[in-house]
């Protein structure tokens, strides 16, 4: 939130207006109110069990609510957004202006000596420890309707998180294929042999219709690695 709070400011003063708040936080704004709220809701009920021994534990309708509403949703946004976020801080990193704000937001004591990067990749692990969560409330009930229902919502959230691990990857691949098209210069038909002649009329479609189609599909990438000529 340091680093989000100082860049709507410095935007707001007509600074770094070119930087796209969202490719970096994404719904991140939702995601903590939401969170908060289940914490809250969460240790409030375990308060209230402490302070009154004869008032039951009611976890069944907090976590439904939250774990069958937005709670994995919010989480799933933000983390299909992670890779490009990465992505494009690797760009933005190498402008001074961008460095200097970079650098304050890291000097905050609250920050602890962590870079964006790795603040950024916190909600994805969190996501991850929601069924360990679920796994020991479910250890920990003695009624049966309740041990089963919790045990259909962890099972909802693992199979979020494997449909998740599926879509980050392919989103991993896509971006790597993008910055591939970006370094790499594909000559026109037209320079690389001199014997082929091209009536200019259809210069204009052939560059419509470059190699960078062979990039089209993210699934082409096969192997990645070192190259070694042997």
């Given at each position: 939130k340091?680093?989000m709070n100082?860049?709507?400011?410095?935007?707001?003063?007509?600074?770094?207006?070119?930087?796209?708040?969202w490719?970096?936080?994404a719904?991140?704004?939702?995601l903590?109110?939401i969170?908060?709220?289940?914490?809250?809701?969460f240790?409030?009920?375990v308060?209230?069990?402490?302070?009154?021994?004869?008032?039951?534990?009611d976890?069944?309708?907090?976590?439904?609510?939250f774990?069958?509403?937005?709670?994995?949703?919010?989480?799933?946004i933000?983390?299909?957004n992670?890779t490009?976020?990465i992505?494009?801080?690797?760009?933005?990193?190498?402008?001074?202006?961008?460095g200097?704000?970079l650098?304050?937001?890291?000097?905050n004591?609250?920050?602890?000596?962590?870079?964006?990067?790795?603040?950024?990749?916190a909600?994805?692990?969190?996501?991850?420890?929601?069924?360990?969560?679920?796994?020991?409330?479910?250890?920990?009930?003695?009624d049966?309707?309740e041990?089963?229902?919790?045990?259909?919502?962890?099972e909802?959230?693992?199979?979020?998180?494997?449909?998740?691990?599926?879509?980050?990857?392919?989103?991993d691949?896509?971006?790597?294929f993008?910055?591939?098209?970006?370094?790499?210069?594909?000559?026109?038909?037209?320079?690389?042999?001199?014997?082929?002649?091209?009536?200019?009329?259809?210069?204009?479609?052939?560059?419509?219709n470059?190699?960078?189609?062979?990039?089209?599909?993210?699934?082409r990438?096969?192997?990645?690695g070192?190259?070694?000529?042997?």
């Amino acid at each position: 939130k340091i680093f989000m709070n100082t860049l709507k400011y410095l935007q707001s003063n007509e600074f770094l207006l070119d930087v796209d708040l969202w490719r970096i936080f994404a719904n991140l704004d939702e995601l903590n109110k939401i969170s908060l709220s289940f914490l809250k809701t969460f240790f409030e009920t375990v308060k209230k069990h402490v302070s009154k021994s004869d008032s039951p534990m009611d976890f069944s309708s907090i976590l439904g609510t939250f774990f069958q509403g937005d709670l994995c949703q919010t989480h799933q946004i933000y983390c299909l957004n992670y890779t490009s976020a990465i992505f494009y801080l690797e760009k933005l990193r190498h402008r001074e202006d961008f460095g200097i704000y970079l650098k304050w937001c890291e000097q905050n004591e609250q920050c602890k000596r962590l870079h964006l990067p790795e603040l950024l990749i916190a909600p994805l692990h969190r996501l991850t420890r929601y069924p360990l969560l679920l796994n020991n409330i479910w250890k920990r009930s003695t009624d049966e309707t309740e041990k089963s229902f919790i045990q259909s919502l962890k099972e909802k959230v693992e199979k979020s998180i494997r449909d998740l691990e599926g879509k980050v990857k392919w989103l991993d691949n896509f971006q790597k294929f993008r910055q591939l098209q970006e370094v790499i210069i594909w000559p026109q038909i037209w320079d690389r042999d001199k014997r082929f002649f091209v009536p200019e009329c259809l210069k204009q479609n052939l560059r419509e219709n470059g190699s960078e189609n062979i990039f089209s599909s993210a699934n082409r990438l096969l192997h990645e690695g070192r190259l070694m000529l042997a």
